[in-house]
């Protein structure tokens, strides 16, 4: 039994997980208390994918888990063994940009970037519910993800020419 000031020892209750990340199989022993953000981050070297609030509350954390956006800071590493994971990582195809990410240059969509890969994360799933019919809608949809410099016109403007041009996947 661990004492107020102790804390829990590092792999003694580690459970092996393995989940597809990008289009790559891995494998990691994780203990069963790391956040998917955490295990991302610490344990896999992705850190596209931002801590803010570590709370659920600023969206700087979304990913695209089997096909949804989710917030890895809510979700345990252990919860998504078997999951397919894309992060902002793995969403272009070589040196060619995925269409959002195109668009969001085109439109100046982000200043100062912090939010910028969860925002590109969750304006493609956002595409791929197919929910996103006009600006208002995109604009309630993508509330969920803050950005803190103002850059929710260039955002939006950014997810409405990739739906309107068809570009996203």
């Known amino acids: 039994m661990l004492t107020k000031n102790q804390a829990p020892k590092r792999g003694v209750d580690s459970q092996s ?3 597809t990340i990008n289009g790559r199989r891995e494998s990691i022993s994780i203990e069963p208390w790391v956040s998917l953000l955490d295990c991302l981050r ?10 803010g609030c570590d709370h659920g509350q ?25 999951a397919e994971i894309t992060t902002i990582e793995g969403i272009a195809k070589g040196d060619e940009l995925h269409p959002l990410q195109q668009a969001f240059i085109d439109h100046d969509a982000f200043q100062c ?32 993800n803050l950005c803190r410099c103002g850059a929710n016109v260039g955002i939006i ?8 041009g068809g570009g996203h996947e």
Do not use: W
């Not at 610490?42 to 801590?51: F, P, Y």
């Not at 970037?113 to 993508?142: F, H």
């Not at 403007?157 to 309107?164: E, H, P, R, S, T």
């Open 58 to 82: 600023c969206g700087a954390c979304t990913i695209i888990c089997d096909g949804k956006r989710i917030l890895s800071c809510l979700s345990l590493a252990v919860m998504k063994d078997g």
């Open 113 to 144: 970037g912090y939010c910028t890969p969860g925002q590109i994360c969750s304006a493609i799933g956002l595409l791929k519910e197919g929910k996103a019919n006009s600006r208002t809608e995109v604009k309630e949809m993508m509330s969920g």
């Open 42 to 51: 610490d344990h896999l070297n992705l850190t596209g994918s931002k801590k």
């Open 17 to 19: 997980i393995c989940f």
């Open 157 to 164: 403007d950014a997810i409405m020419q990739v739906k309107d």
